[in-house]
């Protein structure tokens, strides 16, 4: 036994020695020259990449600092909203024409014979000549008709006209023809034409507004005018089976219902400054001025 042990021991060593002089793999030598075999090397770059210093990896698309983050500069704007942005401011007269309130017009004044103060507005006569035409511009279609105006001249004289009348052209804008009454209280007559300067008034008065039908008016046509309002008028109204309906206005100042809606009816009248008044109860007269209970308020 003891002989059968040694013999065997003799060819482990003979065997051992033979296998360590036999060659080894490139591989395996090289990992054994101090290589971790358990660690893999760096992947080689892409073909036509740059090589750069190690980043982490790029992010999800869903979490792109790009779509995530305003830029700097959209973050340093601040952005207007509907809090920070005050209103306009509304007009002084939302339903105003070229004449405007609180606004002072230069022109000329000029004199003419007004006989009983009756004049293209169609108000009839006047009892006080302190009237005016006023130029084809600032007429506006009628628009004009029954406004209250200051009128100042140069010396410093004043008058208050209310303008029934229109002076057609030559007449220019910014231009009054006064009744040679009303002329006469800002300087000589013999002069003809002076400089002014006027402005819209809202003057303080005791009186209701009347309503008028044309002489024709019918339930099937009908022309409507208001007459002795403190502000001008700006919309006319008749109340029909479909709610309200604006009327047209005409030059010669009625606002005509050409199928007969609302004639006879409920009205809603509108000044410049937007106000409203309900008149109710006026009959289908024609030409009778028909008093009622409502009035503008001044401004």
């Not at 060659?23 to 395996?28: I, R, Y």
Request: aromatic letters at 6%.
């Amino acid at each position: 036994m003891r002989g059968t042990a040694v013999t065997l021991t003799a060819a482990g060593v003979l065997f051992c020695l033979v296998t360590a002089m036999l060659p080894h793999p490139k591989g395996e030598a090289e990992a054994g020259a101090g290589s971790r075999a358990d660690v893999a090397a760096p992947a080689a770059p892409l073909a036509g990449a740059t090589s750069s210093a190690p980043t982490s990896p790029a992010p999800p698309a869903d979490s792109s600092p790009t779509a995530a983050t305003p830029s700097a500069a959209a973050a340093s704007t601040p952005r207007p909203s509907a809090k920070e942005t005050p209103p306009a401011a509304p007009p002084r007269a939302p339903s105003a024409g070229r004449i405007q309130p609180e606004t002072t017009y230069k022109g000329v004044a000029t004199a003419y014979a007004a006989g009983d103060g009756n004049g293209a507005c169609l108000f009839g006569p006047s009892g006080d000549l302190m009237i005016a035409a006023m130029n084809t511009t600032d007429y506006e279609s009628s628009k004009a008709c029954g406004a209250y105006v200051r009128v100042r001249a140069a010396n410093g004289a004043s008058i208050t006209v209310r303008i029934t009348n229109e002076c057609p052209l030559p007449c220019a804008p910014g231009q009054l023809d006064l009744s040679e009454q009303a002329f006469a209280k800002l300087a000589d007559p013999k002069l003809g034409r002076i400089p002014i300067t006027w402005s819209l008034l809202s003057p303080r008065t005791s009186g209701t507004l009347s309503i008028r039908y044309k002489t024709g008016s019918s339930p099937h046509w009908c022309g409507i005018q208001v007459i002795d309002h403190r502000n001008p008028v700006a919309r006319l109204e008749v109340r029909t089976a479909a709610g309200w309906r604006r009327l047209p206005r005409t030059d010669y100042n009625y606002f005509l219902s050409a199928d007969g809606s609302g004639c006879g009816g409920a009205m809603r009248i509108t000044d410049i400054y937007g106000e409203q008044l309900t008149v109710d109860g006026t009959a289908l007269l024609p030409n009778v001025a028909q008093p009622t209970r409502v009035q503008f308020a001044p401004h």
